[in-house]
Structures are given as C-alpha cells and as structure tokens.
C-alpha cells in the first residue's frame, strides 16, 4: 500500500476536506426565483433586455411572485454569450458549463436565461466561506464556490473519516444560505478534490488511505487536478484510462515521457501523494479578462480591431491588478476558435508586474505561438503567479522607472492598438 502523507504532528491523521457549492450561480438565482425550482435554469450572458423588461415590469411584486411566462427563455436567445452554470434540471437535457447559449437553446429551449450577478454570488460566497471559518479555522479559498478545509485538528474532523465535521458545515451553510454543497473528506487536497463530485449534489464522500484501489483507481486520469486536456490526450495516446493504469508505471518511464516534474508529479498522484499545504488567506489564483466578439474575427483581416480588443483587454487587467493590488509573473492568453476549440499560451516573466505595456508585450508574444489561421470568437488575457502589491513595493523600487511610467505605458498603448504582436 503507498505511504500517505502522514500530519507534521504526527499524530493524527491528516484530514482534508474539500468542498464545493452545487450549481453554485444558478442555485443562488433559485433563492431569489424560487418558482424556479425544479426548472431547467440556465445563467449566461450579459443583461439583457429581456430581463429588464421583465423587472422593470413586474409592478412592484416581490422577485418570488413574478409569473413563469415572464421569464425570458433559452430559445429566444439570440448571441454568443456561453452558459457559467446549469442548474441540475437543465444538466438533464445535455447543456453544461462553457456551452454556447445558442447551441443549449437548441437541446432546451425551454429552459429559463438569467443573467450573470456576480455581486450577487459574491455575496454569497463571502457567507457561506464566514460560515466555515467560524467552525473550521483552517480554510483555503479556491474560489467563488470552492474551499479547501485542513479537518484534522477540528472536533469531529477525524470522527467517521471526516464525515461528521462534514455534515456539520454542510447543515449549517444550508440553514444559513439556503444553499447545498457537496464534500469530499481525504487525506489530502489532491483526493478530497476527486471525493467532492462522488456524491453531487449535497453529498459527502470519504476517502481514507485503504480506499485508494477501490475508489480512486478507477477513474480516469483526467480527474486527477492538474491534468488538462493535453496532459490527458498523452495519457490516453500511451494506452493509459484510468489512475489505476497511470500507477502501474515507472517513475522513470513516466519522467521519460512528461519530463522530470510532470512526470515526478503524475507518479505520486497515481498513489494518492499529495503533500500540499492547505494555504489559508490564500490569494486570488489569477486575474483574467476575456471578451466574446459579435462576429467571429480574423487575424489577418481584422487585425486592427482584434488588436485594438487584445489592447483593451491588457489594460483591463492592469487596471484589476492595481485596483487589487496584486501583481503577477505569469501572462497568458486564451482563444476560442469559430469551431469552439480553445487554446492557451502562457509565458512566465522574470519579474513580477501590473504594467499595461509589459502585459500587452507578453501577451502579443504568447499571440504568436498560436495558429491564426482560423477565425477567433472569443479572446482573453490572464495573469496569474500572483502576489499582493505590498510585497512588491520593495521591489518596485529597484525597478528601471521607465518601466512603471504611467504617460509612456499610454502612449505605447495607443500607438500599438491596430497591432496584434
Ligand atoms: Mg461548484
């Protein structure tokens, strides 16, 4: 059997919980909408004037009295905004995350469109991770629905595996917010991340180390965190499925194939390793920025206008960034082709930054790496490898100062708009 992770301590065994809210956007529009209930939801989109109509027109009744036939509907949609969250009765007809609306429309026409409200899942999510903390201290926040919770010091986070500590959170979220979620109990953050969607919706589930054949090696590679898509077509290309097969190689073969920290990495996954930290007042991941075009562009033919987006989009996310207060090493891209294929480049910097320039630079060399051959329909721009602005501060001042000049970072803005690179 392989050796798990035992707590620093080494005294009680290291029990890690992770936990993720169900349908989390759609079932926070349920709580407003609750004739909702039940119906194919779909949340996507900007807003539009169909829900304006609808709210403006209502006459003053409460949200929870608005008749059915005033909802917008899926099949009247007409552009190219993609849904962010089904609710569990739309998932039915085949529509999902990332799914174009107008594409769902055809599988659901029927189901109801609500826009995004971010401020909305904010604020939700804000309560129900103050929820946690006032029980589990020790949290990790991945996100707008997702936490990472170190159970193993907690009264009741050994009892059961971790499950009795987990009904706990889970009871209390919903009587508070009205909102499910669904946990996953393990001995690290690599197993309770696999363990939250064995029993979703409002379930929990409870990995220990003896369960790592049964429960663990059966499912494909790809539910390993951290393996992509590309990852997963190599995997599948050397005739390897499941986590099961992936832990009868060598670690050799497999550094052979994925290079030493691939390779090093899949090989302690297949086993159930994972010795990282749950991180607590854990920083935002990445600051990104991403816009879907009214009609599908062109590299070449529509250069100036898809320079003059990518342009925007960089200085959009320097604003976020210094508006945040972060800077970040990492600078990425994403594209989504006409065909709904998408690609990522990224390029790590050697310094960190929040400048537009040193963004739009980066980004315009990522550009580069990618065919563009073929129409685009959606561009975005990420920064990740963050880090707060306050540690940074130390650092800005031993920087070149023409780097962080604010009249010359416009100026090369304007003057590359048209350009793409
Ligand atoms: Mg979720």
């Keep these: 059997m ?52 609808m709210l403006q027109d209502h006459g003053g009744l409460p949200l929870h009295q608005i008749q059915l036939a005033r909802f917008p509907r899926l099949g009247d949609y007409t552009g190219r905004g993609v849904i962010t969250t089904a609710s569990y009765a739309a998932r039915q007809f085949g529509v999902g995350s990332a799914m ?7 599988l659901c026409p029927q189901a109801i469109l609500l826009p995004v409200d971010f401020a909305e899942y904010r604020r939700y999510s804000r309560a129900f991770k103050d929820i946690i903390l006032d029980i589990a201290p020790l949290m990790e926040d991945r996100g707008i629905d997702e936490v990472y919770i170190d159970f193993t010091d907690v009264p009741g986070g050994q009892r059961d595996g971790g499950r009795v500590l987990a009904r706990l959170i889970q009871k209390t979220i919903f009587q508070h917010t009205g909102l499910t ?38 499912l494909a590679c790809r539910k390993i965190n951290g393996v992509g898509p590309k990852a997963d077509q190599k995997l599948h290309g050397l005739g390897l499925q499941t986590i099961g097969e992936l832990a009868q190689k060598e670690v050799d073969w497999l550094i052979d194939h994925f290079g030493q920290k691939t390779g090093a990495w899949l090989y302690d996954a297949a086993r159930g390793v994972d010795a990282s930290p749950v991180v607590l007042d854990s920083e935002p991941v990445s600051i990104s920025r991403e816009t879907t075009f009214e009609r599908d562009l062109h590299a070449v033919r529509d250069k100036a ?4 987006i990518f342009t925007r989009l960089c200085q959009q996310v320097a604003d976020d960034l210094q508006r ?40 315009g060399q990522c550009l580069k790496r990618v065919p563009l051959h073929q129409k685009i329909r959606l561009l975005g721009v990420r920064v990740a490898s ?12 031993n920087r070149p100062l023409a780097q962080t000049n604010k009249a010359q970072e416009a100026s090369y803005l304007i003057a590359n708009e048209g350009q793409l690179f």
């Design 2 to 53: 392989p050796h798990l992770q035992p707590d620093p301590a080494g005294l009680r065994p290291r029990r890690i919980a992770h936990l993720d809210l169900d349908a989390f956007y759609a079932s926070v529009e349920l709580l407003r909408y609750p004739q909702l209930k039940g119906m194919p939801v779909v949340i996507g989109g900007g807003r539009r004037c169909a829900d304006d109509a």
């Design 100 to 106: 174009g609306l107008m594409k769902a429309a055809k």
């Design 181 to 218: 979620c669904s946990v996953g109990v393990a001995p690290n953050k690599l197993l309770a991340k696999m363990a939250s969607e064995f029993n979703k919706p409002n379930g929990i589930a409870i990995v220990l180390e003896q369960d790592l054949q049964s429960k663990i090696w059966p």
């Design 305 to 308: 206008e898809l320079g003059a």
């Design 324 to 363: 945040k207060a972060y800077v970040g090493k990492t600078i990425g891209i994403k594209l989504r082709y006409d065909n709904f294929k998408a690609i990522t480049r990224d390029q790590t910097l050697s310094d960190h930054t929040a400048d537009a320039r040193t963004i739009r630079q980066t980004a």
């Design 386 to 397: 963050l880090r707060p602005v306050k540690d940074a501060l130390v650092y800005e001042q």
